[in-house]
């Protein structure tokens, strides 16, 4: 009786927890850094400071560059709560022979990372130098206008923008038409 007690309160606390931290994800705001001023400031600093070592871009390289298949730069989607981060690894066989053939497959250096807005300067600072071919520049994938995320949409477009700019990567929005890039 006992042990099945304790099994049960022990049921019952897990339960709440996992309720606690689910409504606590939900409600809250990855994209509002105001009460984390001073580590977000630093955190972005920092990673200022690691990417300097990446030249600047070239308009002209990344501009042509048209489709989101063809980028080969960090690419950024824009979520409720998160940031989607797209990036392919270099290929680290110097070799020409079969590049991007059957047994040098782009796709397979493609990695997709759900991160917060509080870990997109480090997750950005910490990609091999290997990942920015057209040198210190992301795009922002375009994101479709529902009813749904029209509230949060403009906000946490802009709050990342802004991140990206203070961290002094260049924005190529993917979300204007391409004549006003």
Same mark, same amino acid.
Request: charged share 20%.
């Given at each position: 009786?006992?042990?099945?007690?304790?099994?049960?309160? *022990?049921?019952?606390?897990?339960? $709440?927890?996992?309720?606690?931290?689910?409504?606590?994800?939900?409600? *809250?705001?990855?994209?509002?850094?105001?009460?984390? &001023?001073?580590? $977000?400031?630093?955190?972005?600093?920092?990673?200022? =400071?690691?990417?300097?070592? +990446?030249?600047?871009?070239?308009?002209?390289?990344?501009?042509?560059?048209?489709?989101?298949?063809? $980028?080969?730069?960090?690419?950024?989607?824009?979520? #409720?709560? /998160? +940031?989607? @981060?797209?990036?392919? @690894?270099?290929?680290?066989?110097?070799?020409?022979?079969?590049?991007?053939?059957?047994?040098?497959?782009?796709? &397979?250096?493609?990695?997709? %990372?759900?991160?917060?807005?509080?870990? %997109?300067?480090?997750?950005? #600072?910490?990609?091999?130098? *290997?990942?920015?071919?057209?040198?210190?520049?992301?795009? +922002?994938?375009?994101?479709?206008?529902?009813?749904?995320? =029209?509230?949060?949409?403009?906000?946490? @477009? =802009?709050?990342?923008?802004?991140? @990206?700019?203070? /961290?002094?990567?260049?924005?190529?929005?993917?979300? +204007?038409?391409?004549?006003?890039?």
């Amino acid at each position: 009786m006992r042990v099945s007690f304790l099994r049960f309160n *022990g049921l019952v606390l897990f339960a $709440w927890f996992g309720l606690l931290a689910i409504g606590g994800c939900r409600h *809250g705001n990855s994209f509002d850094m105001s009460g984390h &001023a001073t580590s $977000w400031n630093a955190s972005k600093s920092a990673a200022r =400071q690691d990417l300097s070592q +990446i030249p600047p871009p070239s308009k002209s390289t990344y501009l042509a560059v048209t489709q989101e298949s063809e $980028w080969r730069n960090p690419l950024l989607s824009v979520e #409720s709560n /998160m +940031i989607q @981060l797209r990036i392919y @690894l270099p290929d680290e066989n110097s070799s020409p022979i079969d590049r991007g053939g059957m047994t040098r497959l782009t796709v &397979a250096r493609k990695q997709v %990372l759900n991160i917060r807005l509080a870990d %997109l300067p480090q997750a950005l #600072s910490s990609l091999p130098d *290997g990942a920015w071919p057209y040198g210190r520049v992301v795009a +922002i994938g375009e994101l479709r206008q529902t009813p749904q995320n =029209q509230a949060w949409r403009q906000n946490h @477009l =802009q709050v990342t923008i802004h991140t @990206l700019k203070d /961290m002094g990567i260049v924005v190529d929005d993917w979300n +204007i038409p391409l004549l006003a890039r």
